[in-house]
């Protein structure tokens, strides 16, 4: 799916801004900020605690101008499902909180008239959603005790009051998290684009266009010169002394397609590049790529994960300054403009599905399989372009090692679809958790193994030298399996301003002690292509007792202040830096 673009062909509105809200039907309209979650815009823990449906509402106006042209509502993301209702009439409906959706309405508002539009969002999590919810039973890091008579009532007073807590770590911060935009195109039109770039420069493309017209395609260098033409829907392309997308500072080099079909055109900025997997490396470009930076969330004051470019350009900047090359946008597919950013900036992805908190039990997968399979083919639709998409995740700790064979049977179709899906077949994983790795099927099959480890904290709490012994040993078994290997996620909550000169958990000393430990296994290893400290700042999750105002293993503060650790790792990276630029 195409982002909206404004050009001499198209014309985008942007319908963000105050909307009307509504958190039960029947209250007063109230003001909300568009895009941002509604959770923290009150002071009210109804806000903040809410399950169910919500509305918002907006006058909006097709300007007269627009006549003749064809007219598309497009949500980025309306966490976790929506129905868009028009003048009262229901347009579309879309299940899934972290990817886009559209709907035409060149027949349903006409230029120059007002519309009412009105969204109906729930951010109801269950075992039938991408995240998983617990339907009222214990959240993520509860604390309830099993068995107990009285707490198990208690429990279940919670489901029947519609209490829905999250089987997974972050908040779940919910509304129109994403802009929301009106746009145009040529009643014949552009509908998608597809590249496939090799390193000698061969583009092959596909346009995927409505209508009769001529379609053109020329590929401009950063210049803005030709590098190459062709004509028709599909073709390949050739440009001469190409130069790469390369995943380090300053060399990220993008080309633009132009397209046009008729009336109607389209600039996608790409990059030539080719990623594999060979033995234990992975290749970019030919070149072995170690990955280096921390893991994400969306996620900050005030908006909760409403999109927001300036934070976006901060972390990136502070990305920068760490000399982190790398993210995984864990546990979801981020807003698109942080992919764009990532593009010119020469950060690779790791792009996961919503698919988090599938712990296992003997129904396994929960019947889940088709509609994450939906998931996973409209996240590789809407991200296959970016050159900064490296690997694709299908998500993030199941359950893989009590039920093997059925964690297999549900995990491997979701890889093989991903492979047929993406039209560049990038690698693919799944992020494996801290289990009994000797009775994993699945893990050990993906193109690059990425395992989540906390040995030094949940597991050997404190003792970093027993810590590393027992990675150690986890490592060597890795080691016969020939795959690169990826640590990625493994961290220490630390309070920021917690000092003590004797290391000791939640100190800004003891994390540091902590990746210096992790540190020292995985330099003994060559197989190891990657680490991916868990996490880049502080988060704010579901309340409970081991969460003091969210999760806070970040290298930075939520409001994005270094602790100790973050120092620690510009110098490990830079150093790093140096090493690959000097390959
Ligand atoms: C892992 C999860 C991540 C958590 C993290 C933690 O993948 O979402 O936030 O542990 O406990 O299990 O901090």
Redesign the pocket.
Known sequence: MLYPQINSARAVMDLSGIWQFRLREGDNWQSIAVPASYNDQSPDAAFRDHTGKVWYRKRIACPAFFAGQRAVLRFDAVTHSARVFLNGKEVCAHRGGFLPFEIEVTDLIRPGEEAELLVEADNRIDHTTLPIGTEGDTAF?GSDNPGITSVEAGKRLRRENGVNLPA???FNYAGINRPVRLYTTPAEYIRDITLVTKMTGEVRYRVDAEGTGEIRVTVLDAQGRTAAEGKGAEGILNIPEPRLWEPRPGTPYLYTAHVTCGADEYDLPFGIREVKVEGTKFLINGKPFRFHGPCRHEDSPFRGRGMDQCLNMTDINLYRWLHANCFRT??YPYAEEIYDLCDREGIVIVDETPA?GMWADENYGWGLGEYHAQVLRDMIARDKNHPCVVVWSLG??PGTDTYPEKARDYWMPLYRLAHRTDPQDRPVTL?G??NIYEKDRTIPEMDVVFI?R?YGW?NLSGDLETAKYAFRMELDWWKDKNKPVVLS?Y?A?TIAGLHGAAAEMFTEEFQVEFYRAMSECLDERDFVVGEMP??FADFN?CQGPMRPGG?R?GLFTRDRRPKMAAHWFRGRWAEMEKREEGR
Do not use: P, R
């Open positions: 890091f997974f770590d972050f864990s546990h988090v993030n700790e992020v958790c801290q989540n906390y949940y996620e961290g909550d868990w996490n999750t999760n293993k």
